[in-house]
Structures are given as structure tokens and as C-alpha cells.
């Protein structure tokens, strides 16, 4: 069974070999590579599925250089998983999210964890709505208006408790608004929310000057 090609460029031996087992599990074609330069030197016209890509990759160009490549040589639909073994604090996985990825892993990977991530990531798909359902920048997004109030808030890096005490509901409540936002947005994650919050400009250039600062803090 051959479902795709999967792309994979870690310099990491081990974190390499467990990529590429997590590809073939899944019936796709393993394309791994230690550096940038190899991957984008072999990178052809056709499609991939999904790019698994670490962060700190040797040579001039790391990781987020290389989604960005990857993305202008396809499209920002490309799924990208980053991985990393250094830079796992909150910040550095909200700029790779901010950045385009669609979900951050930390390193040493786990295979279960990782096969799960890349199975949501292929699985995810942009939702279906209508064209009365836009924001203020005319982005469709089916999302209520309390929907996206929440959504704002997650993009702010609120907690569920945070966001629940901000608006005098429940945290109940608010995690049944953060499920009808996964389902709307055709995700899985929170994280992966916020990336298409910022890849589609479902929250305000306020919100994005806010993290952006925080990153350069």
C-alpha cells in the first residue's frame, strides 16, 4: 500500500529511523534525509503528504526555513510536524505554530505518539461553510461569535481556566466551545487551531503583535 510520499529530514539518526517506521506503518512512502540541503535538492514537483522537519537542522538553513520552502514550493495547506530536541519551551513551539506547523514534537520522539500526531495531521481538512459565516477580514470560518472570542483567547496562550475566569463561564463550558472550534476549523488539537487561526487571520494584527513580542522577550 502506498498512500503518498512523507518527507523527513532530521539529522538525528534514531529520531530519523523512528520517522520513517511511523511512514511505512501508515502505508506511505519514507523520504527521509539528514540535512536541508539533501531534501530540498531531491524535492520534486510532486506533492507530498506531510513533511516531518527538525528545528535545529545543521547548516544555514534550519527547520523553519525549511517549512517556509516547503510551503512557497507546494502550499501553506502542506502539513508540517516539527520536531525538537532543544527548543521545546512555550515560545518556541508557538513560533513554529505562528510560523505555519502544523503541530510541535518534542524529542526523544515517542513512536506512539508521534504515529497519532501524523495521523491527525493527514486526517485534517478544511471545513465546509457557507458564505455567511465570516469574520470581520471576510475569512470563513462557520465560528460563532463566542467562538471566536475563545479562539482569540487560545491564539493569546490563555489556559481553558484562564479563558473560563475571563469570561465568567464555566470550564466546562468553555471546553465545549474549544470542541465545536476543532470540529469547525477541521482540526484536532488546540495547538493546531492556533496555527490556522494565524495562517488564515481569524484573530487581529493585535493579537499577533502580542506573541510575536512575547517571542522576542
Known amino acids: 500500500m502506498d498512500c503518498g510520499t512523507i518527507l523527513i529530514v532530521d539529522s538525528d539518526d ?24 539533501e531534501l530540498l535538492e531531491r524535492l520534486g514537483s ?11 537542522l545543521p547548516g544555514p538553513g534550519n527547520g523553519l526555513e525549511v517549512m517556509r520552502q516547503l510551503h512557497e514550493a507546494f502550499d501553506d495547506a502542506l502539513p508540517v510536524i516539527l520536531v525538537s530536541g532543544r527548543q521545546i519551551d512555550a515560545f518556541d513551539r508557538t513560533a ?34 457557507g458564505p455567511a459565516n465570516r469574520n470581520s ?16 483567547l487560545l491564539a493569546e496562550g490563555r489556559t481553558q481556566p484562564q479563558i473560563a475566569a475571563e469570561l465568567v463561564i464555566s470550564s466546562k463550558t468553555v471546553g465545549t ?5 476543532l470540529s ?7 495547538a493546531q487551531a ?21 517571542l522576542d522577550a
Open 14 to 37: 534514531a529520531s530519523r529511523l523512528t520517522a520513517v517506521q511511523v511512514a511505512v506503518r501508515l502505508g506511505y512512502d519514507a523520504r527521509p534525509t539528514p540535512t536541508a540541503d
Open 46 to 56: 510532486d506533492r507530498p503528504a506531510l513533511a516531518i522537519v527538525e528545528v535545529e
Open 96 to 129: 513554529g505554530l505562528m510560523l505555519g506547523a502544523d503541530d510541535y514534537v518534542t524529542k526523544p520522539l515517542d513512536a506512539a505518539e508521534l504515529l497519532a500526531r501524523v495521523k491527525r495531521s493527514l486526517r485534517r481538512v478544511s471545513p465546509a461553510v
Open 137 to 152: 477580514n471576510g475569512s470563513e470560518t462557520g465560528l460563532s461569535p463566542r467562538e471566536h472570542q475563545i479562539l482569540t
Open 177 to 181: 466551545h474549544i470542541q465545536h472550534v
Open 184 to 190: 469547525k476549523l477541521g482540526v484536532n488539537t488546540r
Open 194 to 214: 492556533v496555527s490556522v487561526a494565524f495562517r488564515r487571520g481569524l484573530v487581529g494584527a493585535d493579537v499577533r503583535a502580542h506573541a510575536l513580542a512575547l
